[in-house]
């Protein structure tokens, strides 16, 4: 087992630190029925945004500041609400210089971003004809930081060095996204093999570092990437007998209007299913694997029939309650899309037209994917679970 594992880890790193190494395997065209006409068309859009912002990248400034001053809300305008403020800059050009103005909307889908004295806020000032200062955001990171470490030393607090390993592999798992797939795949790499690579890694680093180097975690690894082989199998269908085109969210069309345009946007999709169905195979087979040797612990008398008929049927249990659990998940974090096409309608347009757009196939494809994945991983690691540990019984026996 060692051996294998040492194998399997050697294999692992090498494809992680040749793959970014690589020249660009065949830059991502846009997906088109002509390609070449949409990057004509995208090109000229491009560089003209380019030539416009181009002399005008210093005539722009974001520095956090303190309200020392604001007045109560005006909504005699009802469309746009505003309020006097007084702010102090902390940083940047104008600190310490206090900055009086008007804090509103600029532009009619704008957020209005009512303020209270002492809060801390994010202050954009723009060059324009005549110079402009505007409340982009409230400053949130140390809210958020404060909630992170928190959450962190709960973990310790009730798994102790269980809670340390699994700090150490989320924190390793988010150094493989941030610092390998998303410059890989903004180098020009190709999408899913980059994604796919990236998921194993992830993988590796979650099975070993967060639940140990054992028979558990190696069998939970093998039946996790199989599956995880199945997911880019069942994206690739539904991208291309659903027609999903990638655009089912505002950033696909923000990704178009920068220089990252040539990103196949389809492929992007796909990876994303890739990399977010990582989490629940980690969950399913390690779960799975742990209570098939724990069964077999209780009872050793049990044949291989009979130890995968009592595994799978907790199994069972846990796929009725992963798949409800995923879906409520996914309508969740699509709450407002299920809302924008579901009820509000000003145009009168038809359900069918609403239910066939390309945000809400594409989470109805999230959530269907992740679902089947799940369904499909359960048998296959209690299977192989079983196998194993009846195989190593029977070893065991003959060296008595």
Known sequence: MKKS??????????????????????QQAVVAEDPSQEEDILEPLIESENSELGDDSNRFEYFRGEVL????????????????????????????????FENKKIYFDDVYISVNIGEKVVVLWQDLA?????????????????????????IIALTRWQGVQSIISLLASLAVLVFFIVPAIAEGQNIMLVSL???????????FIGHGINQSSMISFISASISLGLTVGLAFLFVKYVNLTGFGNEEAFLLRLGPLYTLDLK???????????????????????T????????????????????????????????????????????????????HDNPFNVPLWVRLN??????????????????????????????YIIIKRKGESKKSE
């Open 130 to 154: 005549i110079p402009e200062f505007r409340i982009d955001s409230k400053y949130r990171l140390n809210s958020i930081l404060w909630a992170v470490g928190l959450f962190l030393l709960g």
């Open 267 to 289: 492929s992007l999709f796909m990876a994303g299913v890739i990399i977010g169905t990582v989490g629940i195979l980690d969950d399913v087979a390690i779960v799975q694997t």
């Open 5 to 26: 594992f040492k194998i399997l880890l050697l294999g692992l790193l090498a494809i992680t630190l040749f793959l970014p190494c690589t020249p660009s395997i065949a």
């Open 197 to 207: 690579v990236g998921a194993i890694v992830i993988l590796a680093i979650s099975m």
């Open 291 to 342: 209570l098939t040797e724990q069964i077999h612990k209780n009872n050793p008398l049990l044949n291989f029939k009979q130890l995968y008929k009592n595994s799978f049927k907790v199994g069972k249990e846990h796929i009725v309650s992963m798949v409800n659990t995923l879906v409520i998940i996914y309508a969740g974090v699509a709450l407002p899309i299920l809302i924008f096409y579901l």
């Open 357 to 386: 757009a390309d945000s809400l196939l594409e989470e109805i494809a999230r959530a269907l994917i992740g679902s089947s994945v799940l369904i499909i991983t359960v048998p296959l690691t209690t299977l192989l679970a079983t």
């Open 69 to 100: 001053l604001a007045t109560d809300d005006d909504y005699q305008n009802e469309h746009f609400p505003s309020q006097f403020v007084k702010i102090m800059p902390l940083e940047g050009s104008f600190k310490d210089q206090l900055l009086t």
